[in-house]
């Protein structure tokens, strides 16, 4: 039986995330540690951009297959807990070392996009939520190490595949 959850939000946000990323110079791509390939949100890069993966949640994963994906994804991938901080040292000096950053983050819904956002910004500017849905328009932030976008989670047109279904 096909099912289809596709909310109109989600088909604005991918309009959002393609013209926010002519301007984006740099994508964080926001995936949950506990299941890392089945939250790599269904989107391409425009070529040229470098994309960062951010695994969020680490607290809430295995930790020895936390490091495993780390080490998989290569030297882009960082594991962050946006609770207690965790992780986000690393992430800024990489940000820091990065000129004029304009960073696109990226991501399925309730993989902690916005947390990782507040987190980064050092308040709370972007609304959370433990439902999927929260952020359904996109806003850029400024940070002292450059410019944020924050997006709506988005997903596949039609899921068809039971275990995608299943998250």
């Given at each position: 039986?096909?099912?289809?959850?596709?909310?109109?939000?989600i088909?604005?946000?991918r309009?959002?995330?393609?013209?926010?990323?002519?301007?984006?110079?740099?994508v964080?791509?926001?995936?949950?540690?506990?299941?890392?390939?089945?939250?790599?949100?269904?989107?391409?890069?425009?070529?040229?951009?470098?994309?960062?993966?951010?695994?969020?949640?680490?607290?809430?994963?295995?930790?020895?297959?936390?490091?495993e994906?780390?080490?998989?994804?290569?030297?882009?991938?960082?594991?962050?807990?946006?609770?207690?901080?965790?992780?986000?040292n690393?992430?800024?000096?990489?940000?820091?070392?990065?000129?004029?950053?304009?960073?696109?983050?990226?991501?399925?819904?309730?993989?902690?996009?916005?947390?990782?956002?507040?987190?980064?910004?050092?308040?709370?500017?972007?609304?959370?939520?433990?439902?999927?849905?929260?952020?359904?328009?996109?806003?850029?932030?400024?940070?002292?190490?450059?410019?944020?976008?924050?997006?709506?989670?988005?997903?596949?047109?039609?899921?068809?595949?039971?275990?995608?279904?299943?998250?």
């Amino acid at each position: 039986m096909r099912r289809s959850w596709y909310p109109g939000h989600i088909a604005k946000g991918r309009e959002l995330i393609k013209e926010a990323s002519k301007y984006a110079n740099l994508v964080l791509m926001v995936l949950d540690a506990r299941a890392p390939l089945s939250t790599i949100p269904p989107w391409e890069p425009p070529e040229g951009k470098e994309v960062w993966k951010v695994l969020t949640k680490i607290d809430l994963a295995d930790e020895e297959a936390t490091r495993e994906w780390l080490s998989y994804f290569g030297e882009n991938a960082i594991g962050v807990n946006s609770k207690t901080g965790e992780g986000f040292n690393k992430l800024f000096r990489k940000l820091a070392s990065f000129p004029r950053a304009k960073v696109l983050v990226v991501g399925i819904p309730n993989v902690g996009k916005s947390s990782l956002i507040n987190r980064l910004l050092g308040r709370k500017k972007s609304k959370v939520g433990p439902l999927p849905g929260v952020t359904r328009g996109g806003v850029w932030f400024r940070a002292d190490w450059g410019l944020l976008f924050d997006t709506p989670g988005i997903l596949e047109p039609k899921l068809t595949e039971e275990g995608k279904l299943i998250l």
